[in-house]
């Protein structure tokens, strides 16, 4: 079975500080994402990666970025964490099959609170 | 770029009632279409996928689901839920095969025993 693990599943920061979200995923894909679920909002993608150091925003990348220097793992960066971005970050990754899209594995997420 | 509709946002059912969850899509190319689902406490995980060939898609658990192309629609159906199906849904689609997928809305099911 894919395993797709976050380093944290709560996580309590300070509005203005540096925050890490770490994702691991143990099958040798290729694409990672990072999303964030609010409620009514569904998924949405702040980025993806398709090879390491290779990456591509997604539809609200804004106030974040990413680091994929080993394949298995993908990491997202709140540069100055604020409170609009008190979320539920989901962390997923895909093989690259060739034969459309593939099926995303998901980790449990971390719950991050902005106070 | 495309974008994902799901009507129910929130759906209570009797246990043994029939289900059918909407989702429609703006996209007029080819495309990849995928039910995942997230029972409370769990991982989001994928429920069933449609690439190509047959319409009538079949899950796990008893869901299937049906593309219709001219509707630009992927319905979810289960003939008879049970409480265990308490969880919420979402729709996604992948166009032409690129990796990068857009999520509907979600819809939270709740069955009451």
């Known amino acids: 079975d894919v395993k797709v693990t976050q380093s944290s599943r709560y996580l309590v920061k300070r509005t203005g500080e540096k925050v890490f979200l770490e994702c691991v995923q143990d099958?040798?894909?290729?694409?990672m994402f990072w999303y964030r679920q609010d409620p009514g909002l569904g998924l949405r993608l702040i980025y993806f990666?398709?090879?390491?150091?290779?990456?591509e925003k997604g539809d609200i990348p804004e106030g974040y970025s990413v680091s994929r220097e080993k394949k298995e793992r993908f990491s997202l960066i709140l540069e100055s964490a604020s409170t609009n971005q008190t979320s539920m970050y989901l962390c997923?990754?895909?093989?690259?099959?060739?034969?459309?899209?593939?099926?995303?594995?998901f980790g449990p997420g971390t719950r991050l609170t902005v106070l | 770029a495309q974008s994902v509709s799901q009507h129910n946002h929130h759906v209570i059912l009797s246990e043994a009632a029939s289900l059918e969850l909407g989702c429609n899509y703006s996209?007029?190319?080819?495309?990849?279409l995928f039910w995942y689902v997230q029972y409370p406490g769990q991982h989001l995980q994928l429920l069933l996928k449609?690439?190509?060939?047959?319409?009538l898609v079949k899950g796990i658990k008893g869901f299937e689901a049906e593309f219709i192309k001219s509707k630009f629609s992927f319905n979810l159906r289960k003939p008879s839920v049970q409480w265990s199906d308490t969880a919420e849904y979402f729709c996604?689609?992948?166009?032409?095969?690129?990796?990068?997928?857009?999520f509907g809305t979600g819809t939270k099911l709740q069955v009451i025993p």
């Open positions: 996209y007029g190319g080819t495309v990849n």
């Open positions: 449609y690439f190509s060939g047959d319409p």
């Open positions: 990666s398709y090879d390491v150091k290779m990456k």
């Open positions: 996604a689609v992948g166009p032409g095969g690129y990796q990068k997928v857009t």
């Open positions: 997923a990754s895909s093989l690259n099959t060739g034969a459309g899209t593939d099926t995303q594995y």
């Open positions: 099958m040798d894909h290729e694409n």
